[in-house]
């Protein structure tokens, strides 16, 4: 699963804040089933750029099992996170597989709605892949 936070209420934020509030999101990921948190590499700059680690900053990849209930948590996790965040929720999208959901300022119930459609979704691709 690939999670990428933007805060586009608040572009003046540095990039250390940003790193700061990811590694609040990883330590909180962490205290879950998951195999793994870590930032995706975004390997060698290309020629003429300053820095390949900008590209990814916002990132972090959550290796888990195929386990809906898993799922459900870490999505759980990301929502009371962005709750958490002092001023405006930050943008985050949300990537399992071809399954893409971004979770953006509006009505609560509503994303509320659109994030349990998305993760039954999910669930039913992995139960197409698993019977496979």
């Given at each position: 699963?690939r999670i990428e936070?933007?805060?586009?209420e608040?572009?003046?934020?540095?990039?250390e804040?940003?790193l700061?509030?990811?590694d609040?999101?990883?330590?909180d990921?962490?205290?879950l089933?998951v195999?793994?948190?870590?930032r995706?590499?975004?390997?060698p700059?290309?020629p003429?750029?300053?820095?390949?680690?900008?590209?990814?900053?916002?990132a972090?990849?959550?290796?888990l099992?195929?386990?809906?209930?898993?799922?459900?948590?870490?999505v759980?996790?990301v929502a009371?996170?962005r709750?958490?965040?002092?001023?405006?929720?930050?943008?985050?999208?949300?990537?399992m597989?071809d399954?893409?959901l971004?979770?953006?300022?509006?009505?609560p119930?509503?994303?509320?709605?659109?994030t349990?459609?998305w993760l039954?979704?999910?669930?039913?691709?992995?139960?197409?892949?698993?019977?496979?």
């Open positions: 699963m936070v933007r805060d586009a608040r572009p003046d934020r540095g990039v804040s940003l700061g509030d990811l609040g999101l990883r330590e990921l962490l205290q089933d195999d793994d948190v870590g995706p590499d975004a390997g700059a290309p003429g750029a300053r820095s390949s680690t900008l590209e990814d900053v916002n972090l990849l959550v290796t099992t195929a386990a809906p209930a898993l799922l459900h948590q870490v759980g996790v009371r996170w709750g958490r965040t002092s001023g405006p929720a930050p943008d985050v999208s949300l990537r597989g399954r893409h971004e979770l953006t300022g509006g009505d119930e509503q994303q509320r709605v659109l349990a459609m039954e979704a999910c669930a039913a691709s992995e139960e197409r892949e698993s019977s496979r």
